[in-house]
C-alpha cells in the first residue's frame, strides 16, 4: 500500500541524548515536512523539504536537523539542543506541486524524554 | 504571515449539519483555503481545499466568503466518526518557499 510510515510509534530518550525520528514514503511525492505537535495544541512546522538535498526551517526549526538524501526518505534529528522536546512528531509529503496539492501524514511518532 | 483563527470547540448532535467557521482576514490572493481534520493519537488527514468558489466532495462542503476573509466548512450529516480536531489552514508560496501556516483548530464533539 502507498503512504507514509514513521518509526518508531513511542520514542523515549534520556535528556542530553540526540534521537533520529524515521519518516519514508512511497508515493513518489517531491516535498517532505515534519511538524511538532504539543498536547492540545495545533501542528508547528519544523523543516520541510522541496527536493532532493534541500530543505528550508520552518518556525521551530532551533535544536532539529534534517537531511534529504534519497527522495523516500526525511529523517528528523532532535538534538540535546532542543530544549523541550518531549511533544507528538508527525511528518507528511505532498507531491509539492504547490498550493493545492494535499498533504499526507503519517501515523506519528511520540517522544518522551526521561 | 497569514494566521486563521477558528472556535477552539463546538458541539453537535449524529446526524445534523455542522458548519466549522474559520476567520482569516489577511489571506492573500494567491492562498488556498485547506481543511484537514485530526483524530486523537493519529496524523491529519486532508477534507476538502478551495481558492474562490465553494467546492464540495464527498466529506464535506466549504463555502468562501466573496471577500475571502472567512470561510465555513460544512459537514452535512454529523457522524460519531465526525469527531476530531478541524484546521483551517492557508497555503500559499511567498518569495518561493512553502508557506504553512496552520490554526489553532476547532475540536468537534459528535453527540449521539
Known amino acids: 500500500d502507498g503512504g507514509i510510515t514513521q518509526s518508531p510509534k513511542y520514542l523515549f530518550r534520556k535528556e542530553g541524548q540526540n534521537v533520529t525520528l524515521s519518516c519514508e514514503q512511497n508515493?513518489?511525492?517531491?516535498?517532505m515536512y515534519w511538524y511538532r505537535q504539543d498536547p492540545g495544541q495545533g501542528l508547528r512546522l519544523i523543516y520541510y523539504?522541496?527536493?532532493?538535498?534541500?530543505?528550508q526551517k520552518g518556525d521551530i526549526a532551533e535544536g532539529y536537523s534534517v537531511s534529504r538524501e534519497k527522495k523516500e526518505s526525511f529523517p528528523l534529528t532532535v538534538t540535546s539542543a532542543q530544549k523541550n522536546p518531549t511533544a507528538f512528531y508527525l511528518c507528511?509529503?505532498?507531491?509539492?506541486?504547490?498550493?493545492?496539492?494535499?498533504?499526507?501524514f503519517g501515523p506519528g511518532t511520540r517522544l518522551t524524554v526521561l | 504571515d497569514a494566521k486563521t483563527t477558528q472556535p477552539n470547540s463546538m458541539e453537535s448532535n449524529e446526524e445534523e449539519p455542522v458548519h466549522l467557521p474559520c476567520n482569516h482576514s489577511?489571506?492573500?490572493?494567491?492562498?488556498?483555503i485547506h481543511w484537514y481534520r485530526q483524530l486523537p493519537s493519529q496524523g491529519p488527514e486532508y477534507v476538502i481545499h478551495?481558492?474562490?468558489s465553494n467546492v464540495n466532495n464527498r466529506m464535506a462542503s466549504l463555502a468562501i466568503a466573496e471577500d475571502r476573509k472567512s470561510s465555513t466548512l460544512i459537514l452535512h450529516r454529523a457522524t460519531l466518526r465526525d469527531a476530531a480536531v478541524y484546521y483551517c489552514i492557508l497555503r500559499g508560496f511567498q518569495g518561493g518557499s512553502e508557506k504553512l501556516v496552520f490554526g489553532k483548530g476547532t475540536k468537534l464533539t459528535v453527540n449521539p
Open positions: 489577511t489571506i492573500s490572493g494567491t492562498d488556498y
Open positions: 478551495g481558492l474562490t
Open positions: 507528511a509529503s505532498s507531491s509539492g506541486r504547490g498550493a493545492t496539492d494535499t498533504q499526507y
Open positions: 523539504s522541496q527536493i532532493v538535498n534541500d530543505f
Open positions: 508515493l513518489n511525492h517531491d516535498a
